[in-house]
C-alpha cells in the first residue's frame, strides 16, 4: 500500500473510531445503573451489533497501518521488518477482522462491491473525481471507505473516488476566459 493512501486510511479510520468510541463509553456508563434484563436487551439489538462490530474493525484496520507505519519509519534494521513475529502480528489481525466480517455475514450485514462499478448513488458515495480516459466516465476507481448493507437496507454508503475523463488544455483555458 502506497504510503498516502495508508495516511489517507489512518486518519479516515481515526474519524471514524473517535465518535464510535465515544457512543460505546457512553452506552457502558449508561448501562451501569441499568438491570440484568436492560443490558442483555441493549447487547442484543442489531444496531448495538452492528457499530460494536464496525469499531472492532476500524479499530483492528487502525491498528494495522499503524504498526506497519511504525515499522516501517522507525525500526531500520531489515532483520526486525522481515521477522517472523511482525508477520505473525500482521496475519493475526487479518484473522481476526475476516471474522468479524463472517459475524457480519451471519447477521445478514454485506459489503457493498464498488471498485470497478457503475456509480450507484444509492450505494455510494463520491468523494473524488480521479481524471482517468481507460475507464468510463462514473465508474469507481477506488473505494476509501467500505460501505454496508443489511439485507437491502442500506446501513452505510461505500465512500468512493469516480473516474471522469481529462480534460484538454484548451477546455481548460476555455473556461478561466469565460469566469
Given at each position: 500500500?502506497?504510503?498516502?493512501?495508508?495516511?489517507?486510511?489512518?486518519?479516515?479510520?481515526?474519524?471514524?473510531?473517535?465518535?464510535?468510541?465515544?457512543?460505546?463509553?457512553?452506552?457502558?456508563?449508561?448501562?451501569?445503573?441499568?438491570?440484568?434484563?436492560?443490558?442483555?436487551?441493549?447487547?442484543?439489538?442489531?444496531?448495538?451489533?452492528?457499530?460494536?462490530?464496525?469499531?472492532?474493525?476500524?479499530?483492528?484496520?487502525?491498528?494495522?497501518?499503524?504498526?506497519?507505519?511504525?515499522?516501517?519509519?522507525?525500526?531500520?534494521?531489515?532483520?526486525?521488518?522481515?521477522?517472523?513475529?511482525?508477520?505473525?502480528?500482521?496475519?493475526?489481525?487479518?484473522?481476526?477482522?475476516?471474522?468479524?466480517?463472517?459475524?457480519?455475514?451471519?447477521?445478514?450485514?454485506?459489503?457493498?462491491?464498488?471498485v470497478?462499478?457503475?456509480?450507484?448513488?444509492?450505494?455510494?458515495?463520491?468523494?473524488?473525481?480521479?481524471?482517468?480516459?481507460n475507464?468510463?466516465?462514473?465508474t469507481?476507481?477506488?473505494?476509501?471507505?467500505k460501505?454496508?448493507?443489511?439485507?437491502?437496507?442500506?446501513?452505510?454508503?461505500?465512500?468512493?473516488?469516480?473516474?471522469?475523463?481529462?480534460?484538454?488544455?484548451?477546455?481548460?483555458?476555455?473556461?478561466?476566459?469565460?469566469?
Amino acid at each position: 500500500m502506497k504510503a498516502s493512501r495508508k495516511w489517507i486510511f489512518q486518519r479516515i479510520s481515526a474519524l471514524i473510531i473517535a465518535p464510535l468510541i465515544i457512543w460505546f463509553l457512553i452506552s457502558l456508563i449508561s448501562l451501569s445503573t441499568g438491570d440484568y434484563n436492560s443490558v442483555i436487551n441493549f447487547f442484543s439489538k442489531p444496531l448495538f451489533l452492528f457499530l460494536t462490530t464496525i469499531l472492532l474493525i476500524t479499530g483492528f484496520f487502525h491498528a494495522k497501518i499503524g504498526l506497519s507505519e511504525i515499522f516501517e519509519d522507525y525500526i531500520h534494521d531489515e532483520k526486525i521488518k522481515n521477522s517472523d513475529l511482525l508477520q505473525k502480528v500482521l496475519d493475526h489481525l487479518d484473522i481476526v477482522k475476516k471474522d468479524l466480517i463472517s459475524i457480519f455475514k451471519k447477521n445478514n450485514i454485506e459489503e457493498i462491491l464498488a471498485v470497478d462499478k457503475k456509480l450507484d448513488p444509492n450505494l455510494h458515495q463520491a468523494m473524488m473525481e480521479v481524471e482517468d480516459d481507460n475507464k468510463e466516465a462514473g465508474t469507481i476507481v477506488q473505494e476509501i471507505q467500505k460501505g454496508f448493507k443489511m439485507k437491502d437496507r442500506l446501513l452505510r454508503p461505500s465512500l468512493v473516488a469516480v473516474s471522469k475523463k481529462t480534460e484538454k488544455n484548451d477546455e481548460k483555458i476555455e473556461e478561466k476566459t469565460k469566469k
